[in-house]
């Protein structure tokens, strides 16, 4: 299995702040990652695939970046909305999640 | 509008069987792969297994194998997920997630999901 390890496990900022979240893969997945945000209840909702790509309709103010083993989710400017779970996924081989990143508010 | 439905929550005595289904809606069901994906209360998220759009192949996680088996029915457009043998770590939320179709769209992630359904394993 390829192990995803996401730092960090939990975060606090301020709305307008500017906020990193890093997924590190145990051995090279290429760019097959994407990024999830869920909120309590609620099924994930896809932000981010094939490392960099943004799923339509998802605002700007997110972007990913990285390949290999190492990749980046950036929220720019954060909104009300943006306190949530975020999630990276591997599709390199048989899928795998990290395991979460806590977004609360400062 | 594109939309999975799942059936509603489950409560299960240990050792029984559970069988999920996710009825597809408002796009091609027989294009694409069809993912299971399980939570724990309070815990992330664990991958289960893939069937793929016509039904006579999947691929299932190690943990699960032996356990699990996903079928999909093409005249309902609904696949579903039974998992036997239920222990009490199995209580979480199940979800059916849809993966693209690559080609300038979404490719080896999950566009679509279901709203999950709550299985409960208690004696």
């Known amino acids: 299995d390829i192990q995803m390890t996401q730092s960090p496990s939990s975060v606090s900022a301020s709305v307008g702040d500017r906020v990193t979240i890093t997924c590190r893969a145990s051995?090279?997945?290429?760019?097959?990652l994407a990024w999830y945000q869920q909120k309590p209840g609620k099924a994930p909702k896809l932000l981010i695939y094939?490392?960099?790509s943004l799923q339509s309709g998802v605002p700007s103010r997110f972007s990913g970046s990285g390949s290999a083993t190492d990749f980046t989710l950036t929220i720019s400017s954060l909104e009300p909305e943006d306190f949530a779970t975020y999630y990276c996924?591997?599709?390199?081989?048989?899928?795998?999640f990290g395991q979460g990143t806590r977004l609360e508010i400062k | 509008q594109v939309q999975l439905v799942q059936s509603g929550a489950e409560v299960k005595k240990p050792g029984a069987s559970v069988k999920v289904s996710c009825k597809a809606s408002?796009?091609?069901?027989?294009?694409?792969?069809m993912h299971w994906v399980r939570q724990a209360p309070g815990q992330g998220l664990e991958w289960m297994g893939v069937?793929?759009?016509?039904?006579?192949?999947?691929n299932y996680a190690p943990r699960f194998q032996g356990r699990v088996t996903m079928t999909r029915d093409t005249p309902t457009n609904k696949v579903y997920m039974e998992l036997s043998s239920l222990r009490s770590e199995d209580t979480a939320v199940y979800y059916c997630?849809?993966?693209?179709?690559?080609?300038?769209?979404?490719?080896?992630?999950?566009?679509?999901w279901g709203q999950g359904t709550m299985v409960t394993v208690s004696s």
């Open positions: 997630a849809r993966e693209g179709l690559g080609g300038g769209n979404v490719w080896k992630a999950y566009d679509i």
């Open positions: 051995q090279g997945i290429s760019s097959w």
């Open positions: 094939t490392a960099s």
């Open positions: 996924q591997q599709a390199n081989s048989l899928p795998t």
């Open positions: 069937i793929n759009p016509s039904g006579d192949n999947t």
């Open positions: 408002g796009y091609t069901f027989t294009n694409y792969y």
